[in-house]
C-alpha cells in the first residue's frame, strides 16, 4: 500500500538567519501581535505557533515583543514571550503535527505564562478566569490561523475554497486590522477602518454571495473586536458587502457602488453618521483605492480566491438501482412459481402413497380369493380382523424381505382355506410394489429436491432485489466534503462517487491527475470517512477505486495430516475473505478416508467458496449444496461441513457446523466449546442451519478440528487436554498448530487412525 512520500519528522532544522522572504510573515506576525481584544493580547502568540517558521524562532519571539511593546505596557510583555518560549520548545520534540493537540498546547502555554504574570499582578477571581478565556481564544485562533495559513501557501495549486477556509481568512484579515488600530491620519482618518473596507470589497469582487457576506460579518466584527461597536460595524460590513455582490456584474465599480448603496441603508436606519464607527469618507477612501487598485494587484488578490467545483446528480443510477430491483423480483416470482409447482406435484404423490397399501392387498385378493366359498366373510364380515392379519404379514415380509410359509401365523392358516398359494401370491406382489414404491420414491425425492432449488434460487433473487435497494447508497454529503478537504492539500479532483453499503463498507471512485500521491488521499479519506481506507485498483473507467479497511485481521494457520496408510486427507480446509470484509474458514470431512471421502470434503469445499464468494448467505449456501448432494446421482455423497465466519469489521463471528466436531474458544483466560447440532450435508433433505454466534476482541483465539483430533485420546474426556494445551503461551498460531497436531498423534499412541487437520486463528485489531 503506498504512503505518503514525505511525512512531518521531528523538528530538528537548525535554527538559519532571515531572509527577504520573512519580511511578509514578520509584518503580519507584528499586526497579529498589536490586536488586542478585552485588553487580552492572544493573537501575536496564536499566529507566532500557527504560522511563523520555528527556524528563525527568534525573529518572532523579537517581533512579537516589538508589537506587545507598542501597543500595551510592557508588564504583560513576561506573559506573552513565556507562551512563545515553551511552544518552541514543544515543537522540537514532536514527532508530528497535530491541528487539535497543538491547539490545546499553545493554549497551555498561554496558561502557564499567564500564570507567572499573575505571580505579581494577581488581584482576585476575575484575573484567573481572564486567563482562562485567553487560553481558550488562543487555541481556537490557532487553528483559523493554520486553516487561513494552509489555503494561503497552497493557492496555486487549489481550485476552491472551503466555507471554513474562507471563515478563518476573513477572521484573519479582521485581526490584523486590528493591529493597525491606533494609527490615525489627519481629519480622524483611521487606517484601520480604510483596510476593513478595501478587504470586504475584494470578498464582494471574487467570492459568492455567501462568501462575500460571511466575509463582511467577519471582516467586520474582528476589525472592530477591541471597541464597544463591533457588532455595529459586523451588521454594516456584512450587509454592504452583499449589496456590493449583487452588483459585481458591473466589475469593480458595480461592487464598490454596491458597497456604497449598502452603507447608506445603513446611515438611513441610524440616523446619524456620527453613530456610525465608519465614517462616510473612511468608506469613502477604501471604495476609491479598491476601484483605482491596478489589474495585476486584483489577479494577484484573486488567486486568494478559488472557483467552486460542481458535482453531477446520481439521478442515472436510482433509476438503474429502479429498474434491476424490478426485474430481479420478476425473476423471483418466475422461481416461486417453479417452486411451488414441483411441491404441489410432490404433495399429490405423497398422497397417494397411502393408497399403495391398499392397492396391494387387493392385487393379493384378486389373485388368492376369488372363487373361494369364504372369500364374502373374510372380506365383509370379518374384515376388521383379515386387515390385521394381513398387516402383521406385511410387517413379517418388511423385516426379513420375504414371506415363508413357516413364519405365517397359525390362526391365519386355519381361517385361511388357500394359505399356500396367499403365501406364493403375496410374495409376488410386494415384489412388484416394492420395485414401484423405489421408483416412485426416488422422483418424489428429486422432485422436492429440485423444488428447495428453485425455492433457494427465488429467496437469492429477492435478497439481490432487497440489497439494490437498500444495500448501498451514495453519499453526496461526502463528496462534496472530500472535494474541498482534497483540495486544501493540492489534489484537483474531477469526478468522485462515495458508496457506502449495508454493512459498512465505504467505496470511494476518484478521478485525479496522474501521478498524485496516493499516501495523501488515504489520508484525506480517512479524515473525512473516519474509518481507515486504503488504495485498493483503478477501476474499468480509469477511476482511482478506494476502500474502507477491516477493523481486525485474521492469522491463521493450518496443519493436516493423513490417515496411516492412505495417500490422501479426506479433510479439505480453505480460507477467504469476501469483499464484505467476512473471512471465512471452512472445514469439511468426508466420510471415511482416502480418495473417495477427499473428493466428498472438496466438492462441498468447492461448491460453498463459489457461493459464498458470489453473495450467498451461509444458510441459502448450504441449504442448495445439502439438496444437491442430496441428490446422489450415482452414490451416496454426503460430508462434515464446520464453517467459521468472522466479520472482520465488528468482531462477531458466526459458527454454521452441520455433523462437524467441537471448535474451542479462547477469551482471554476463559475456554468455551461450540458443538455441532446437526447431520452432515447430503444425508437428509432438510437440515435446520443454525447459526451459534460469539463475540472476538483483540488477540480471541478460535481453534477448529476434524474428528481425528477431537476424537484422538485414550481413557481421556474428549478435547479436555486440547482444552489446557490452547492455554499455553505461543508466539504465532503456526507454533500452536503445530504443537496441537503432535499433541493429538501422542495422544493417539502415535497411530494415526483417522485423518487429522486443525485450524487456529487469532483475531488481531488494526
Known amino acids: 500500500m503506498s504512503q505518503p512520500a514525505v511525512k512531518r519528522q521531528r523538528n530538528t532544522e537548525m535554527l538559519r538567519a532571515p531572509s527577504v522572504r520573512d519580511v511578509g510573515m514578520s509584518m503580519l506576525l507584528l499586526l497579529a501581535g498589536r490586536a488586542s481584544v478585552l485588553g487580552l493580547f492572544p493573537f501575536g502568540v496564536a499566529f507566532f505557533a500557527s504560522c511563523f517558521d520555528k527556524s528563525i524562532a527568534y525573529l518572532g519571539i523579537t517581533v512579537l515583543s516589538i508589537a506587545l511593546m507598542t501597543s500595551a505596557s510592557s508588564a504583560v510583555l513576561t506573559k506573552y514571550l513565556v507562551a512563545a518560549l515553551l511552544f518552541w520548545i514543544y515543537t522540537r520534540f514532536r514527532n508530528k503535527e497535530n491541528l487539535v493537540l497543538d491547539a490545546a498546547c499553545v493554549g497551555g502555554a498561554v496558561m502557564v505564562g499567564g500564570f507567572v504574570f499573575l505571580i505579581y499582578t494577581y488581584v482576585g477571581a476575575y484575573d484567573i478566569l481572564m486567563l482562562f478565556v485567553e487560553s481558550i481564544v488562543t487555541s481556537l485562533m490557532y487553528i483559523i490561523f493554520k486553516k487561513a495559513h494552509g489555503l494561503i501557501a497552497n493557492r496555486k495549486k487549489r481550485t476552491q475554497t472551503a466555507q471554513d477556509e474562507l471563515i478563518s481568512i476573513s477572521v484573519s484579515v479582521g485581526v490584523f486590522i486590528t493591529g493597525l488600530s491606533g494609527i490615525v491620519f489627519p481629519y480622524n482618518i483611521s487606517l484601520a477602518n480604510i483596510v476593513s473596507v478595501y478587504a470586504v470589497l475584494c470578498i464582494a469582487l471574487h467570492g459568492g454571495i455567501a462568501a462575500a457576506g460571511s466575509g463582511g460579518l467577519c471582516i467586520g466584527f474582528m476589525s472592530a473586536i477591541s471597541s464597544p461597536s463591533a457588532v455595529v460595524t459586523m451588521g454594516i460590513f456584512g450587509i454592504s458587502a452583499l449589496f456590493g455582490n449583487l452588483l459585481k456584474s458591473f466589475g469593480r465599480f458595480g461592487v464598490a457602488l454596491g458597497f456604497l448603496g449598502g452603507s447608506a441603508v445603513t446611515l438611513l436606519y441610524a440616523g446619524s453618521a456620527s453613530s456610525l464607527p465608519v465614517t462616510i469618507i473612511e468608506t469613502a477612501i477604501g471604495a476609491v483605492l479598491f476601484v483605482l487598485t491596478p489589474n495585476k494587484v486584483q489577479w494577484y488578490i484573486k488567486s486568494f480566491f478559488a472557483r467552486s467545483l460542481k458535482l453531477e446528480t446520481v439521478s442515472a443510477d436510482v433509476r438503474v438501482k429502479e429498474y434491476l430491483s424490478m426485474q430481479l423480483e420478476k425473476s423471483a416470482k418466475a422461481f416461486k412459481s417453479l417452486e411451488e409447482c414441483f411441491s404441489n406435484a410432490s404433495e399429490k404423490r405423497l398422497k397417494s402413497y397411502n393408497k399403495d397399501v391398499a392397492t396391494l392387498f387387493d392385487e393379493v385378493a384378486d389373485r388368492v380369493c376369488e372363487g373361494c366359498p369364504n372369500a364374502v366373510k373374510c372380506w365383509q364380515s370379518d374384515f376388521t380382523r383379515t386387515y390385521r392379519s394381513i398387516m402383521l404379514l406385511l410387517d413379517t415380509i418388511e423385516t426379513r424381505g420375504i414371506l415363508e410359509f413357516t413364519s405365517v401365523p397359525n390362526s391365519f392358516k386355519d381361517k385361511c382355506l388357500r394359505p399356500d398359494l396367499f403365501v406364493v401370491e403375496f410374495n409376488h406382489v410386494y415384489e412388484l410394489y416394492k420395485k414401484n414404491l423405489v421408483r416412485t420414491g426416488e422422483a418424489v425425492t428429486s422432485r422436492d429436491l429440485v423444488a428447495r432449488q428453485y425455492k433457494e434460487m427465488s429467496s437469492l433473487m429477492d435478497t439481490m432485489a432487497e440489497n439494490i435497494c437498500s444495500g448501498f447508497t451514495f453519499r453526496e454529503d461526502l463528496e462534496e466534503t472530500l472535494i474541498a478537504e482534497l483540495d486544501k492539500v493540492g489534489i484537483m479532483a474531477f469526478e468522485i462517487s462515495v458508496i457506502e453499503s449495508s454493512h459498512g463498507k465505504m467505496e470511494v471512485y476518484l478521478g485525479t491527475s496522474k501521478g498524485t500521491e496516493v499516501g495523501k488521499i488515504e489520508n484525506v479519506l480517512e479524515s473525512v470517512v473516519e474509518t481507515p481506507m486504503g488504495y485498493e485498483c483503478d477501476s474499468a473507467n480509469g477511476l482511482m477505486k478506494f476502500v474502507s479497511r477491516a477493523k481486525f485481521t485474521a492469522d491463521i494457520a493450518i496443519r493436516q495430516i493423513s490417515r496411516d496408510f492412505s495417500e490422501v486427507s479426506g479433510d479439505s480446509i480453505d480460507t477467504f475473505v469476501t469483499e464484505d470484509y467476512k473471512q471465512y474458514v471452512i472445514l469439511s470431512d468426508g466420510m471415511g478416508s482416502g480418495k473417495r471421502a477427499m473428493f466428498e470434503s472438496h466438492i462441498t469445499l468447492k461448491l460453498l467458496r463459489e457461493f459464498l464468494q458470489s453473495g450467498f448467505g451461509v444458510k441459502t449456501s448450504i441449504d442448495m449444496i445439502n439438496s444437491a448432494l442430496c441428490l446422489k446421482l450415482d452414490y451416496e455423497c454426503f460430508s462434515t ?22 471448535s474451542i474458544v479462547l477469551h482471554g483466560p476463559n475456554v468455551e466449546t461450540v458443538f455441532s447440532v446437526s447431520l452432515p450435508v447430503g444425508m437428509l433433505p432438510d437440515i435446520k442451519v443454525q447459526g451459534q454466534a460469539k463475540r472476538l476482541d483483540d488477540g480471541d483465539i478460535i481453534i477448529m478440528m476434524s474428528d481425528g ?58
Open 641 to 662: 461441513v464446520d464453517l467459521l465466519c468472522i466479520d472482520l469489521m465488528t468482531g462477531i463471528c458466526e459458527f454454521f457446523k452441520i455433523g462437524g466436531s467441537e
Open 709 to 766: 483430533i477431537s476424537e484422538a485420546g485414550f481413557g481421556t474426556v474428549r478435547t479436555d487436554w486440547l482444552k489446557k494445551e490452547i492455554k499455553m503461551p505461543f508466539d504465532t498460531m503456526d507454533e500452536m498448530a503445530q504443537s496441537v497436531i503432535e499433541n493429538a498423534v501422542k495422544k493417539s499412541r502415535d497411530a494415526v487412525i483417522d485423518d487429522m487437520t486443525v485450524a487456529t486463528i487469532r483475531l488481531i485489531r488494526n
